[in-house]
């Protein structure tokens, strides 16, 4: 399937880290920016953090210092260390993959942040 797969959410204490990982097997990865966006419950979807296909990243104010992004482009993998998490960060974290019109989905991972 095209459609990029994450995992690595989970419900973590305030101050804890996760690292969301997100596979898109089925795509040439290299070529394609990819990113992280998140969508808490009666919020607008926004963007975390993208890193283009030569390495560029760059990220939403509310993540900076605390979140990084990265990717393996031998595994088909992106992924998101998020430190010094905060009740705030609760969301689905949704991964992209976008390549001229090309963009893919994936359906998201949990990620509850508790006080």
């Known amino acids: 399937q095209v459609q990029p797969v994450e995992s690595g959410g989970g419900l973590v204490q305030a101050g804890g880290s996760l690292r969301l990982s997100c596979v898109a097997s089925a795509i040439t990865f290299s070529i394609y920016d990819m990113a992280w966006h998140r969508q808490a419950p009666g919020k607008q979807r926004e963007l975390v953090a993208q890193?283009?296909?030569?390495?560029?990243?760059t990220y939403a104010e509310a993540g900076k210092g605390r979140f990084t992004i990265s990717r393996d482009n031998a595994k088909k993998t992106v992924y998101l260390q998020m430190n010094s998490l905060k009740p705030e960060d609760t969301a689905v974290y949704l991964c992209?993959?976008?390549?001229?019109?090309?963009?893919?989905w994936g359906q998201g991972t949990q990620v509850t942040v508790s006080s």
């Open positions: 992209t993959a976008h390549f001229m019109k090309y963009e893919y």
């Open positions: 890193i283009t296909s030569g390495g560029t990243t």
